[in-house]
């Protein structure tokens, strides 16, 4: 009979200790759901597609609730692409506010980073004004002068934008490459971070080709193609999605007198819906 008792009472504490066993990985598992709803509740929401897509000076701030991830390294296999920023935006200070250009109608810009992606808005504004300033940019047909305005009225805005806020921005689901819509001029932070891997050159001068082909849309130029194998591709040319046998090239005026063009027409990648209305 003891014995008997013993092995009752021992199947009984195994018993009580399963079912607390149980009743403490369910409150792990309660613990992490709730820990997990918290962190999406705090997620910067995107815009509302009836709200004003383009953020105007008023919106510049910092979000200082929402501290800013490390700035990532380019050349780090491991990049963080921040698919979501915080949907607000900081305007650049300009560094040079003089005219440049020696002939032609005056355009200005700002220039403008969402807050949230880990990248820099004066080193972007920098860039920038030296890909524009660039003898071989936009200045050297004659046709236009640029100035760089401090988050005031301008003509443009170049903005470095979350691939999310990219598609408020530019009114279309592609959250793939760059755009212009309107007055907004939107550089994809992800192609910025990583270029493209079919691109011939370094980064910076994919950096130079995406600033000068989304402000060519901007003067009112639309897309162009290889004009054949083995020749420079005109900037105007969707060369995000494929070279098409030309040489990759991030300048109107290669040399600095000669504009590289080539027949009008699209290349259309595998992002880009047939109707999609919006410059790629």
């Known amino acids: 009979m003891t014995e008997g008792r013993l092995d009752r009472n021992r199947r009984l504490r195994r018993r009580r200790r399963f079912v607390l066993l149980a009743v403490l990985v369910v409150m792990a598992g309660a613990g992490l759901y709730f820990a997990v709803g918290a962190a999406d509740s705090e997620k910067p929401q995107a815009l509302d597609e009836d709200e004003q897509a383009v953020p105007t000076s008023a919106a510049a701030e910092a979000d200082e609730a929402v501290p800013p991830p490390p700035s990532p390294s380019p050349e780090a296999a491991n990049v963080p692409l921040y698919f979501s920023g915080t949907g607000t935006w900081t305007y650049a200070e300009p560094a040079d506010t003089a005219v440049f250009g020696d002939a032609g109608t005056l355009m200005t810009y700002n220039v403008a980073a969402e807050n949230g992606i880990g990248l820099d808005v004066e080193e972007f504004s920098d860039f920038v004004h030296a890909t524009l300033v660039d003898e071989r940019s936009w200045t050297a047909g ?82 162009e193609v290889c004009p054949g194998d083995g020749e420079l591709s005109p900037v105007m040319a969707q060369q995000t999605y494929q070279l098409a046998g030309c040489t990759g090239n991030a300048w109107p005026f290669p040399d600095g007198e000669t504009y590289v063009s080539g027949p009008a027409g699209d290349y259309n990648g595998p992002d880009l819906p047939p109707d999609d209305f919006i410059d790629q």
């Open 142 to 223: 004659g046709a236009w002068r640029f100035q760089q305005v401090g988050g005031g009225d301008a003509d443009f805005t170049i903005y470095l934008a979350s691939p999310e806020q990219r598609s408020y921005l530019c009114g279309s689901q592609n959250t793939t490459v760059s755009c212009r819509n309107g007055d907004a001029v939107v550089i994809n932070s992800a192609r910025w971070i990583t270029g493209v891997e079919h691109w011939d050159g370094t980064l910076d001068t994919y950096r130079e080709y995406a600033v000068n082909h989304e402000v060519g849309h901007r003067l009112g130029h639309g897309h």
